[in-house]
């Protein structure tokens, strides 16, 4: 069994920025996709952006591109969130994932593919 844990979410200006952390722990840190999700209230949960075990690929929704950035520690057992610029429409609980097999869609895209999910951690953009 895994154990995600997300934390960094907060309250923010529009404009400002935020660092989302996703702790793993239960069994060794090795995974072929990390994703982040997110979903506010009333709204299916959406995809954000996705990274490979080596780094060495990542992929971001397009509402999201040039502001966010995703990297991993895999020593660390640590996937991370750069979020610059945000917006307001950028609130919603932001949601790390876990897929530990191969994922064949481009960018493991979609959340019925993530095998271990975080709680959650609450982000909030004022205008």
């Known amino acids: 069994q895994v154990q995600l844990v997300e934390s960094g979410g907060g309250l923010v200006q529009a404009g400002g920025s935020l660092r989302l952390s996703c702790a793993a722990s239960?069994?060794?840190?090795?995974?072929?996709?990390m994703g982040w999700f997110r979903q506010a209230p009333g709204k299916v949960r959406e995809f954000v952006g996705s990274?490979?075990?080596?780094?060495?690929?990542?992929y971001y929704a397009d509402s999201v591109k040039g502001r966010f950035t995703i990297s991993r520690d895999n020593a660390r057992n640590t996937v991370y969130l750069q979020m610059n610029s945000l917006k307001p429409e950028d609130t919603a609980v932001y949601y790390c994932?876990?897929?530990?097999?191969?994922?064949?869609?481009?960018?493991?895209?979609?959340?019925?593919?993530?095998?271990?999910w975080g709680q959650g951690t609450q982000v909030t953009v004022s205008s």
């Open positions: 994932a876990d897929r530990v097999s191969y994922c064949s869609l481009y960018g493991c895209s979609e959340p019925r593919l993530y095998d271990y």
């Open positions: 239960g069994r060794t840190f090795s995974s072929y996709y």
């Open positions: 990274i490979t075990w080596s780094g060495g690929s990542k």
